[in-house]
């Protein structure tokens, strides 16, 4: 016997069932709509500026990020949002509150998708494992869109180097690297750049422009991955573990520099002491803290003789 859609809702039938995953539903528009998880369409696009959503009604709470209206008022501060999830995030500084607890360990965060991210440090074992680069992925359509970074036919070759490219125009990009070519200048300082997209963020150092605006505080940025990168200072997100002794870091620069405490030799020496370093900036303040010292040893030393002296006076 079939049911009619409103008799499905009542009695609880559960006919489409996810290909990548064991969720079903009753109707067939809400598993078109949960596909988008896995397949990471994106189909609502803001005509304001270049993000997307799975969903029609995010696109609607977004665009009130485009029009000034921001009824949602902070009790602690004068800092208003557009949307109540902003506001409710942005409260959590005041609070601070952490509401989204890690099941595998104690590590709790502000934000969900900080959690989210988080987990992956758990994941030991992965079901689809790439042999070009060994990275692993949890979800077959995943790898299989992984894999076309590897498959790509890409034709330009580099003369320089071993590096290859898809279009010939990256190609040209590419060799300014060898060649030293910066076609793009600067006309305020006379500066030049090999692409132009660097020219463009170069000139809001004279323009003042900062288009990148942070939702929880009234900090704003020249770039993008700045943003990204004080985001983590609301949400206590951790992006960088060290596999050796898994101290953790936000910011992927101390990181790199971390991990080669590890991996690199002593490589420098210090030319007053025995002592070695993994990188030479340590090396290069290593010999100033042996000045300062030394200079303490001789200012007490004076100070010492001086007393002597005083008391031969007076004796």
């Known amino acids: 016997m079939q049911f009619s859609k409103q008799q499905r809702l009542h009695v609880g039938e559960r006919s489409h069932l996810c290909s990548h995953c064991d969720r079903v539903f009753s109707l067939k528009i809400n598993l078109t709509r949960h596909m988008r998880i896995h397949t990471g369409e994106i189909p609502y696009q803001c005509n304001k500026c270049d993000k997307a959503f799975s969903l029609n009604s995010l696109l609607i709470l977004h665009m009130r990020d485009h029009t000034e209206v921001t009824p949602y008022q902070c009790i602690h501060c004068d800092q208003s949002f557009s949307q109540r999830g902003h506001l409710t995030d942005h409260l959590r500084i005041h609070t601070l509150e952490r509401p989204y607890r890690c099941s595998q360990c104690d590590k709790s965060f502000q934000a969900k998708y900080a959690l989210i991210?988080?987990?992956?440090?758990?994941?030991?074992?992965?079901?689809?494992?790439?042999?070009?680069?060994?990275?692993?992925?949890?979800?077959?359509?995943?790898?299989?869109?992984?894999?076309?970074?590897?498959?790509?036919?890409?034709?330009?070759?580099?003369?320089?180097?071993?590096?290859?490219?898809?279009?010939?125009?990256?190609?040209?990009?590419?060799?300014?690297?060898?060649?030293?070519?910066?076609?793009?200048?600067?006309?305020?300082?006379?500066?030049?750049?090999?692409?132009?997209?660097?020219?463009?963020?170069?000139?809001?150092?004279?323009?003042?422009?900062?288009?990148?605006?942070?939702?929880?505080?009234?900090?704003?940025?020249?770039?993008?991955?700045?943003?990204?990168?004080?985001?983590r200072t609301h949400t206590g997100e951790i992006s960088y573990q060290c596999s050796w002794c898994n101290k953790e870091f936000s910011n992927k620069k101390l990181f790199k520099l971390h991990i080669k405490i590890h991996t690199e030799d002593s490589s420098?020496?210090?030319?007053?002491?025995?002592?070695?370093?993994?990188?030479?900036?340590?090396?290069?303040?290593?010999?100033?803290?042996?000045?300062?010292?030394?200079?303490?040893?001789?200012?007490?030393?004076?100070?010492?003789?001086?007393?002597?002296?005083?008391?031969?006076?007076?004796?």
């Open 117 to 231: 991210k988080h987990m992956s440090f758990h994941i030991k074992e992965r079901q689809y494992r790439c042999r070009q680069c060994n990275k692993a992925f949890q979800l077959e359509c995943n790898f299989t869109e992984h894999m076309k970074i590897h498959y790509v036919e890409k034709p330009y070759r580099c003369s320089q180097c071993v590096k290859s490219f898809k279009a010939n125009n990256e190609l040209i990009k590419h060799m300014r690297i060898h060649t030293g070519d910066k076609p793009y200048t600067c006309t305020q300082c006379n500066k030049s750049f090999t692409q132009n997209g660097t020219l463009t963020t170069h000139m809001r150092i004279h323009t003042g422009e900062r288009p990148y605006q942070c939702s929880q505080c009234d900090k704003d940025f020249v770039q993008n991955c700045q943003l990204i990168q004080h985001m």
């Open 268 to 315: 420098y020496k210090c030319s007053h002491s025995d002592m070695e370093f993994s990188y030479n900036n340590n090396n290069s303040r290593h010999p100033r803290h042996l000045t300062q010292n030394q200079n303490k040893i001789n200012e007490s030393y004076k100070l010492n003789e001086l007393k002597v002296e005083v008391k031969d006076e007076q004796m």
